[in-house]
């Protein structure tokens, strides 16, 4: 497979998925699509910024600084090599989605935040676990607090498809 094509891969697979699952959600009753419309467009969006940033011209490098400006810096030698990178990228949208489906969104996200923290950003355990407490945190107030949205429970703890 060709280098310059690879960069681009778990963004497509972000963007393909997201795509996948709209149009799954608009098959739902109104009342239901919801908070899925609001996961899936938010994620669509984001996934098309991180196509849009992965191009190598002045508007996608211009992206790429405002979003995500260590994406610009030549990797360190102790990274992950990028297909180790590809595959953890894909795997973790995995994780998330079989997680959300079993689990719920209030165990997926933190699952998901502190595996990224831990095996992508390699950060200390105790400090994945902060940052997945508060992110997990505001989650729940967003969601359920502010949009007084329910959260999605789960297969094993009562939620259906």
């Known amino acids: 497979m060709r280098p310059d094509i690879v960069r681009f891969l778990p963004a497509a697979f972000c963007w393909l998925f997201a795509a996948a699952f709209l149009a799954m ?8 699509r919801a908070m899925p419309l609001l996961v899936g467009w938010g994620t669509l969006g984001l996934a ?3 196509l849009a940033s992965r191009l ?9 600084r405002a979003l995500n400006p260590a994406g610009l ?3 360190p030698p102790d990274t992950i090599s990028g297909r180790y990178a590809l595959l953890i990228g894909i795997g973790l ?8 489906l079993l689990l719920g969104a209030l165990i997926a996200a933190p699952l998901l935040i502190f595996t990224a923290l831990m095996v992508g950003d390699r950060k200390q355990w105790k400090l994945s676990l902060a940052i997945t407490a ?3 945190l505001v989650i729940w107030l967003l969601f359920a607090v502010l949009l007084r949205l ?9 939620g259906s498809l």
């Open 25 to 32: 959600t608009y098959t739902l009753p109104a009342n239901a």
């Open 48 to 50: 098309t910024l991180d």
């Open 56 to 64: 190598r011209n002045k508007a996608g490098e211009a992206l790429m």
């Open 73 to 75: 810096k030549p990797e």
């Open 93 to 100: 949208v995995v994780l998330l989605v079989t997680s959300f």
């Open 134 to 136: 508060g992110s997990t």
């Open 150 to 158: 329910q959260l999605y429970p789960g297969l094993l703890f009562g």
